[in-house]
């Protein structure tokens, strides 16, 4: 009984070389492979966003606590016309110390909830995804702030309807620029922290605590130098839309705690082991 070689027939032949040409002809046939374009990435990371359970309680959390601030104000009128900025600077008080949580969150559930490796196998630039989370973050806190700013607005003309002394709206444009420009660095802070830690209860507890301990305990050791990195004080500063002279100093803690963060998160998203 004599043993044959079976050889396995190519799809192009049995020529090695006339594989090889089908092979590259098919490869060459096919159209280029394209990225996705960075608005459709915005819009599936906003869609993470507000798809999950936590995310829409987030969401609705932050909305009631400017109602509940804004229901205040309305039943604590005060002699004289309702103003906007008052019933705004009351609404945003809450709604700033919640919105970075929005930030951090979008940064950290991919790594939280173990999905980083399909997100990544979809779309294996990872730079480009994570900018979009940044860009979610800050185009949905700017949907929240407006909401916000509308339930002021509506809480302004019941109060001074209410009141009999009428409202004023003196600065509104002013005061919304603030706002909003504030609020969205603070959520790029809360982001930046979010892509450097990658786990969602470290990350907003650290966001919270050092620059908190740092506002209270800097001018004790530092005194008026502890302005350099009291990021607080320049979100305030530019809410108010007056830097009192202080330019240099808003600069260096917005780069120490936004701008430092946001490239060694990117940096480290980058690197970082996906599972």
């Not at 470290?202 to 008026?224: E, H, N, R, Y």
């Amino acid at each position: 009984m004599t043993v044959t070689d079976v050889t396995t027939p190519t799809a192009a032949g049995t020529n090695p070389a006339a594989a090889g040409k089908h092979r590259a002809a098919v490869a060459s046939s096919l159209p280029p492979a394209t990225g996705q374009p960075f608005l459709k990435l915005v819009a599936i990371e906003l869609r993470k966003s507000v798809n999950t359970r936590s995310g829409r309680m987030l969401i609705l959390g932050i909305l009631a606590v400017a109602l509940a601030a804004l229901t205040w104000q309305l039943t604590h009128l005060p002699n004289g016309p309702v103003a906007f900025s008052d019933n705004l600077m009351a609404a945003s008080t809450g709604v700033q110390l919640l919105l970075p949580v929005i930030g951090v969150m979008a940064m950290t559930s991919e790594w939280t909830q173990r999905t980083a490796l399909t997100t990544f196998t979809l779309s294996p630039r990872r730079v480009r995804v994570q900018l979009a989370k940044f860009v979610a973050a800050i185009v949905l806190s700017v949907v929240v702030l407006t909401v916000t700013s509308a339930l002021a607005l509506g809480a302004t003309a019941v109060g001074g309807a209410a009141g009999g002394d009428g409202a004023t709206y003196a600065g509104l444009g002013g005061s919304l620029a603030g706002a909003y420009l504030a609020n969205a660095l603070n959520v790029v802070m809360g982001a930046a922290f979010g892509a450097v830690i990658a786990q969602t209860a470290v990350a907003i507890l650290v966001f919270f605590i050092a620059p908190t301990a740092w506002s209270l305990a800097g001018p004790a050791l530092f005194k008026d130098n502890a302005d350099w990195l009291d990021v607080f004080g320049a979100f305030g500063r530019i809410a108010e839309r007056d830097l009192h002279g202080m330019l240099p100093e808003t600069l260096t803690a917005i780069g120490v705690w936004i701008v430092l963060p946001t490239i060694g998160g990117l940096w480290a998203s980058s690197r970082r082991e996906v599972k």
